[in-house]
């Protein structure tokens, strides 16, 4: 059995807030015309996820100098392993960001996988493979599982993840997560890098923000750990995680209101055409076109890209098909139209 208690506070308040929040980020993304607007904010939080994340188990890379690996440099005068480290995370982010555009399901193989490209520092024997000795948290009271169960309980870790996503909020499942598997602590090394990097692919893949636990609040991230490993005590790590996810949540809108107007235009068009295909998905371009009083040559291009962003696909043979509408706010932002 996982030596992480399942969640048993009330935590519906709390997360009700951050999934409002969330859901006013995604409408104001969807604002920006193209999303290689985005890209140096999510370079910025990629640097600054890394050396967060690096920091925490003990690296002394500043955030200039991982910005300087984040671009391909060598940083002289600095331990060469902790520069590799900084390297798999980045790798390893790039390839979570992969296997999520895949919609590949979270599996024991998937997290063998990212820990293969995540610990780089690691002699090839180590990376991808459960660890073969008992393990000691230093100053820890949580006691990991021992090497003969690893296997079980990931398979247990899955299984009972996909159940409290089922029963509770994506957020604390995706908590309950992060304890659990740190509790096995089922490699040799990499276990804390690794596990972060798999929580925020998982709050991605629930369209939520990945989060950036910063060092300074390192000795609450492992007591508040602990304490749920040791104590049962699930509050303050489920408390930290959804401070961690309303400050990104915040920075991020924080940035875009900084956008103007002008990059906003296809919005409006972009919401009637999915809104339209939703009520009648076998409509043609021109009957769209005809409804929404634009051009033809306009709307294929709108819909072409509306299929490159993963927002719409089409099914079936190119003439008899339908349109399958995969932007799942669509709803909310019909709702949320007097607002915007």
Same mark, same amino acid.
């Not at 399942?6 to 807030?17: I, L, M, N, T």
């Not at 809104?275 to 634009?294: H, M, T, V, W, Y």
């Given at each position: 059995?996982?030596?992480?208690?399942?969640?048993?506070?009330?935590?519906?308040?709390?997360?009700?807030?951050?999934?409002?929040?969330?859901?006013?980020?995604?409408?104001?993304?969807?604002?920006?015309?193209?999303?290689?607007?985005?890209?140096?904010?999510?370079?910025?939080?990629?640097?600054?996820?890394?050396?967060?994340?690096?920091?925490?188990?003990?690296?002394?890379?500043?955030?200039?100098?991982?910005?300087?690996?984040?671009?391909?440099?060598?940083?002289?005068?600095?331990?060469?392993?902790?520069?590799?480290?900084?390297?798999?995370?980045?790798?390893?982010?790039?390839?979570?960001?992969?296997?999520?555009?895949?919609?590949?399901?979270?599996?024991?193989?998937?997290?063998?996988?990212?820990?293969?490209?995540?610990?780089?520092?690691?002699?090839?024997?180590?990376?991808?493979?459960?660890?073969?000795?008992?393990?000691?948290?230093?100053?820890?009271?949580?006691?990991?599982?021992?090497?003969?169960?690893?296997?079980?309980?990931?398979?247990?870790?899955?299984?009972?993840?996909?159940?409290?996503?089922?029963?509770?909020?994506?957020?604390?499942?995706?908590?309950?997560?992060?304890?659990?598997?740190?509790?096995?602590?089922?490699? /040799? @090394? #990499? %276990?804390?890098?690794?596990?972060?990097? *798999? &929580?925020? $692919?998982?709050?991605?893949?629930?369209?939520?923000?990945?989060?950036?636990?910063?060092?300074?609040?390192?000795?609450?991230?492992?007591?508040?750990?602990?304490?749920?490993? /040791? @104590? #049962? %005590?699930?509050?303050?790590?489920?408390? *930290? &995680?959804? $401070?961690?996810?309303?400050?990104?949540?915040?920075?991020?809108?924080?940035?875009?209101?900084?956008?103007?107007?002008?990059?906003?235009?296809?919005?409006?068009?972009?919401?009637?055409?999915?809104?339209?295909?939703?009520?009648?998905?076998?409509?043609? $371009?021109?009957?769209?076109?005809?409804?929404?009083?634009?051009?033809?040559?306009?709307?294929?291009?709108?819909?072409?890209?509306?299929?490159?962003?993963?927002?719409?696909?089409?099914?079936?043979?190119?003439?008899?098909?339908?349109?399958?509408?995969?932007?799942?706010?669509?709803?909310?932002?019909?709702?949320?139209?007097?607002?915007?």
């Amino acid at each position: 059995m996982l030596s992480t208690s399942f969640p048993s506070g009330d935590y519906r308040e709390e997360v009700a807030r951050v999934e409002t929040l969330a859901r006013r980020w995604r409408r104001q993304r969807r604002l920006i015309a193209s999303p290689e607007a985005l890209r140096s904010y999510e370079e910025d939080f990629l640097v600054r996820m890394a050396y967060n994340s690096n920091a925490i188990e003990g690296s002394t890379l500043t955030l200039a100098e991982t910005e300087i690996i984040y671009e391909g440099e060598f940083v002289p005068g600095k331990p060469g392993r902790e520069q590799i480290a900084a390297r798999g995370i980045f790798e390893g982010h790039d390839f979570l960001t992969r296997q999520n555009a895949d919609k590949r399901a979270l599996g024991k193989e998937l997290i063998l996988d990212t820990h293969e490209r995540c610990a780089l520092d690691l002699q090839p024997a180590a990376r991808g493979m459960y660890r073969n000795a008992p393990a000691i948290i230093r100053a820890s009271r949580t006691t990991p599982t021992s090497p003969l169960r690893i296997r079980e309980e990931m398979d247990d870790l899955i299984f009972h993840f996909n159940r409290l996503i089922k029963e509770s909020s994506p957020l604390v499942a995706c908590a309950w997560f992060h304890a659990a598997f740190e509790a096995i602590h089922p490699f /040799a @090394d #990499g %276990n804390g890098r690794t596990g972060r990097l *798999l &929580l925020n $692919a998982q709050l991605e893949a629930f369209q939520f923000t990945p989060v950036a636990i910063k060092a300074a609040h390192a000795l609450d991230y492992k007591e508040s750990l602990e304490s749920w490993q /040791a @104590d #049962g %005590n699930d509050g303050p790590f489920i408390h *930290l &995680l959804l $401070a961690c996810e309303t400050e990104e949540l915040e920075r991020r809108l924080d940035f875009l209101a900084q956008f103007p107007k002008s990059e906003r235009g296809r919005t409006l068009i972009d919401r009637r055409i999915l809104e339209l295909l939703q009520a009648n998905p076998s409509s043609s $371009a021109r009957e769209l076109a005809d409804a929404l009083g634009i051009s033809l040559r306009h709307t294929q291009r709108i819909m072409k890209q509306l299929q490159e962003e993963n927002r719409l696909r089409h099914l079936g043979p190119r003439k008899g098909g339908h349109w399958e509408v995969v932007d799942t706010d669509t709803a909310d932002e019909h709702a949320k139209r007097a607002e915007d």
